[in-house]
């Protein structure tokens, strides 16, 4: 496996129901982050980890709980979602968190809500 | 106000011309900015990256930064049908971890 991959590619789930998402990345990087991709929206960050210790929380609403175990796996697990939580979920990854470098994304989770 | 502002499109240039996309941010503390494409049903793949002010050339794309009007550009040349994307426009904030992107212009380059 090569740059970033992310499982599942496609989740389609119930309101009541859990799960996570999973983001691995092969780059060496230190810094991860989790988007949200609607339609006719700008990417809107929620989560970046750096070192493996959460630096930014964009007021995500708390059925999103984010987990780095480490510096090459971040998760999202999710809980009681809404129909409006349905998008496109991006993780990327970036050398360093300051921003200087160049973030790298996976090919994204496409979660419907019912 | 939006933190980037780009023309959603969308934009459509004849095969060999030069297209234009353009940006606009307000955090004046901005120092990264980052251009971004993104075909349709996939994840956004980076094309150039530019810190400094003046022009930045990689092959047939130029990204251009001018700090002072907070305006961020993209220039391709010699269009191609295959760059028929959405473009996105992405600032690192002036503070903290923060990105912002744009909603993306759209380009398709007729041939």
């Known amino acids: 496996e090569t740059g970033v991959t992310q499982t599942p590619r496609h989740l389609v789930m119930g309101m009541t129901n859990k799960k996570s998402l999973k983001c691995e990345q092969h780059?060496?990087?230190?810094?991860m982050y989790w988007y949200k991709q609607s339609a006719k929206k700008p990417l809107e960050l929620m989560f970046v980890?750096?070192?493996?210790?959460?630096?930014e929380n964009n007021s995500v609403p708390s059925r999103f709980s984010p987990e780095c175990p480490n510096s090459s796996h971040l998760f999202l697990h999710l809980h009681t979602l809404q129909p409006e939580d349905s998008a496109l979920y991006l993780c990327?990854?970036?050398?360093?968190?300051?921003?200087?470098?160049?973030?790298?994304f996976g090919p994204g989770t496409r979660l419907t809500v019912l | 106000q939006k933190e980037v502002e780009q023309n959603s499109g969308p934009l459509s240039v004849p095969e060999g011309a030069i297209a234009s996309l353009n940006c606009t941010y307000s955090?004046?503390?901005?120092?990264?900015f980052f251009w971004y494409r993104q075909y349709s049903g996939k994840s956004p793949e980076l094309i150039m990256s530019?810190?400094?002010?003046g022009d930045k050339e990689d092959g047939r794309f130029t990204a251009q930064l001018n700090k002072a009007s907070q305006y961020v550009s993209l220039l391709i040349r010699d269009s191609q049908p295959s760059d028929s994307a959405t473009y996105l426009c992405?600032?690192?904030?002036?503070?903290?971890?923060?990105?912002?992107f744009g909603t993306g212009t759209s380009l398709t380059v007729i041939p």
């Open positions: 990327a990854s970036s050398q360093d968190p300051e921003g200087i470098a160049e973030q790298f």
């Open positions: 780059l060496g990087h230190n810094a």
């Open positions: 980890y750096s070192l493996e210790e959460r630096v």
């Open positions: 955090d004046r503390g901005s120092q990264s």
């Open positions: 530019i810190y400094s002010n």
């Open positions: 992405a600032v690192k904030g002036g503070t903290g971890n923060q990105f912002y």
